[in-house]
């Protein structure tokens, strides 16, 4: 797969069609290392472990479907983008996964985080990140989520519209606040993604474009108002993206906007946000970036555009969520039924599905599998294993290979589940929202407990 192909869904890219599968894995006891957390192997019993504890121990104390974390893993990671970044500011984009232990291992590791809620900013103050250090983004912030961003001092709001300037004045005016602001822009770039994650062409409900002037008067409105400083713009062209052509087109925009800026207002910014949406693999395939190449990419990057526009090169911020904690958990599960369909494949159905990775169904998204409570010299099976929800599309992983004697209270593991798994998680078919289980040096604890029937009836007033 190239670095421009998305395996998020097919839009932009080469798929195979229905019925023609690509070849079994070499060995499927195979844990390859880009697509599972730093920590995790397989013992040499053939059970899997992560941070030493295998996962036959772990799913009996935490039950499953489960989401383990290697914790060790996210801060490794949260390292490489600071150090790959020592001189620009790295937000963990907090939508990817949130919970108030990641927000405290964020801020002992020196990252700012970006927020798009009153509850994802509630976590983040409820943890202890300084307000300064957090962004507040989100296309149609409420006016109370706005007031609470201000009261608490929040280091910047990224403006989406006409409406949210007025809106962010006015509170910040009331308060006696003036408030740090970034523009979101949309520079019309065709991201290489599934349309619904690609966030900088025209027609979408984020930013303020270019192409037609809505940003530059954007700009014009916020310099006029004396309860905002305007301190940069902001752009992020989409997610999973492994190709830095877009970045490079949207770099080129950003700058020319600054440019305009100058000429026009005589006020060179001081930032640039390129946002984030860097991809990870999902599967061997998959070809991600390292952040120093992310990193070295951006800085020439910008460099060269504002040498060439004569601009003094801004502070940069990039905003990396999935990148930092997708690769470092697994979802759990347990095998309840193996249905063979003969000439087609095996169905193979877990305990979880839908209700706690929404990706497969809602982007046609990819993920490996393997068995993990113990090893197999079976031979290998076209499998698909599915959810217990009530939709034909409740799908785990569509294409797989797993051996051929995978039976009932078996154990499989699908990596990569850190992003957007437990943050889009339901409670559709009021199944229970499960654990997440935070792993390192031999110790297991829940930061985000399991859900409770009692949680769901708490709820239901009647």
Same mark, same amino acid.
């Given at each position: 797969?190239?670095?421009?192909?998305? +395996?998020?869904?097919?839009?932009?890219?080469?798929?195979?069609?229905?019925?023609?599968?690509?070849? +079994?894995?070499?060995?499927?006891?195979?844990?390859?290392?880009?697509?599972?957390?730093? @920590?995790?192997? $397989?013992?040499?019993?053939?059970?899997?472990?992560?941070?030493?504890?295998?996962?036959?121990?772990?799913? !009996?104390?935490?039950?499953?479907?489960?989401?383990?974390?290697?914790?060790?893993?996210?801060? #490794?990671?949260?390292?490489?983008?600071?150090?790959? *970044?020592?001189?620009?500011?790295?937000? =963990?984009?907090?939508?990817?996964?949130?919970?108030?232990?990641?927000?405290?291992?964020?801020?002992?590791?020196?990252?700012?985080?970006?927020?798009?809620?009153?509850?994802?900013?509630?976590?983040?103050?409820?943890?202890?990140?300084? #307000? !300064?250090?957090?962004?507040?983004?989100?296309?149609?912030?409420?006016?109370?989520?706005?007031?609470?961003?201000?009261?608490? &001092?929040?280091?910047?709001?990224?403006?989406?519209?006409?409406?949210?300037?007025?809106?962010?004045?006015?509170?910040?005016?009331?308060?006696?606040? $003036?408030?740090?602001?970034?523009?979101?822009?949309?520079?019309?770039?065709? #991201?290489?993604?599934?349309?619904?994650?690609?966030?900088?062409?025209?027609?979408?409900? *984020?930013?303020?474009?270019?192409?037609? &002037?809505?940003?530059?008067?954007?700009?014009?409105?916020?310099?006029?108002?004396?309860?905002?400083?305007?301190?940069?713009?902001?752009?992020?062209?989409?997610?999973?993206?492994?190709?830095?052509? &877009? *970045?490079?087109?949207? #770099?080129?925009?950003?700058?020319?906007?600054? @440019?305009?800026?100058?000429?026009?207002?005589?006020?060179?910014?001081?930032?640039?946000?390129?946002?984030?949406?860097?991809?990870?693999?999902?599967?061997?395939?998959?070809? +991600?970036?390292?952040?120093?190449?992310?990193?070295?990419?951006?800085?020439?990057?910008?460099?060269?555009?504002?040498?060439?526009?004569?601009?003094?090169?801004?502070?940069?911020?990039?905003?990396?969520?999935?990148?930092?904690?997708?690769?470092?958990?697994?979802?759990? =599960?347990?095998?309840?039924?193996?249905?063979?369909?003969?000439?087609?494949?095996?169905?193979?159905?877990?305990?979880?599905?839908?209700?706690?990775?929404?990706?497969?169904?809602?982007?046609?998204?990819?993920?490996?599998?393997?068995?993990?409570? $113990?090893?197999?010299?079976?031979?290998?099976?076209?499998?698909? %294993?599915?959810?217990?929800?009530?939709?034909?599309?409740?799908?785990?992983?569509?294409?797989? =290979?797993? +051996?051929?004697?995978?039976? %009932?209270?078996?154990?499989?593991?699908?990596?990569?589940?850190?992003?957007?798994?437990?943050?889009?998680?339901?409670?559709?078919?009021?199944?229970?929202?499960?654990?997440?289980?935070?792993?390192?040096?031999?110790?297991?604890?829940?930061?985000?407990?399991? !859900? @409770?029937?009692?949680?769901?009836?708490?709820?239901?007033?009647?």
């Amino acid at each position: 797969m190239s670095r421009s192909a998305h +395996p998020a869904g097919p839009r932009h890219g080469d798929v195979l069609p229905e019925g023609h599968y690509a070849a +079994p894995p070499a060995d499927l006891n195979d844990l390859d290392s880009r697509v599972w957390a730093r @920590t995790v192997a $397989r013992g040499a019993d053939g059970v899997v472990t992560v941070g030493g504890l295998p996962v036959t121990r772990l799913a !009996e104390e935490f039950g499953t479907p489960a989401y383990f974390l290697d914790e060790n893993d996210f801060r #490794a990671r949260c390292r490489a983008w600071t150090d790959a *970044f020592e001189d620009a500011d790295v937000f =963990y984009a907090g939508k990817a996964f949130l919970s108030r232990a990641v927000v405290r291992w964020l801020r002992e590791e020196g990252l700012n985080l970006d927020v798009c809620s009153g509850g994802e900013l509630a976590t983040a103050l409820a943890a202890g990140m300084p #307000a !300064e250090r957090i962004a507040m983004h989100g296309n149609n912030k409420s006016p109370a989520e706005i007031e609470r961003a201000v009261e608490a &001092g929040v280091g910047r709001i990224v403006l989406d519209s006409y409406q949210e300037i007025v809106r962010v004045a006015h509170l910040a005016e009331r308060l006696g606040k $003036r408030q740090r602001v970034q523009i979101r822009v949309t520079v019309g770039v065709e #991201a290489h993604t599934h349309e619904f994650i690609a966030t900088a062409h025209e027609d979408q409900k *984020f930013g303020l474009a270019l192409a037609d &002037g809505q940003a530059a008067e954007a700009v014009r409105r916020v310099l006029k108002l004396d309860s905002l400083e305007l301190v940069g713009i902001h752009s992020h062209i989409g997610s999973q993206i492994f190709d830095m052509a &877009g *970045f490079e087109v949207s #770099a080129r925009r950003v700058v020319g906007l600054l @440019t305009e800026i100058r000429d026009e207002h005589g006020v060179e910014l001081p930032e640039i946000d390129l946002g984030g949406g860097l991809g990870i693999a999902y599967t061997p395939e998959d070809d +991600p970036r390292e952040p120093h190449e992310i990193a070295k990419a951006l800085r020439d990057i910008v460099s060269r555009e504002c040498s060439a526009a004569g601009l003094a090169v801004p502070r940069l911020s990039v905003e990396p969520g999935r990148a930092i904690v997708g690769p470092t958990a697994f979802t759990l =599960y347990e095998v309840g039924t193996v249905k063979e369909l003969e000439g087609l494949r095996t169905y193979v159905s877990v305990d979880g599905g839908m209700s706690d990775n929404i990706r497969t169904a809602l982007y046609d998204a990819d993920y490996s599998v393997a068995l993990a409570s $113990r090893a197999s010299a079976a031979e290998p099976m076209l499998a698909r %294993v599915v959810g217990k929800h009530c939709e034909s599309g409740d799908i785990v992983v569509r294409d797989a =290979y797993l +051996p051929a004697d995978l039976a %009932v209270g078996d154990l499989l593991a699908v990596p990569a589940t850190g992003a957007y798994c437990r943050a889009m998680a339901s409670n559709y078919n009021h199944v229970l929202r499960p654990p997440v289980v935070a792993v390192a040096d031999g110790a297991a604890r829940e930061i985000v407990r399991r !859900e @409770t029937e009692e949680d769901l009836l708490r709820l239901d007033v009647g």
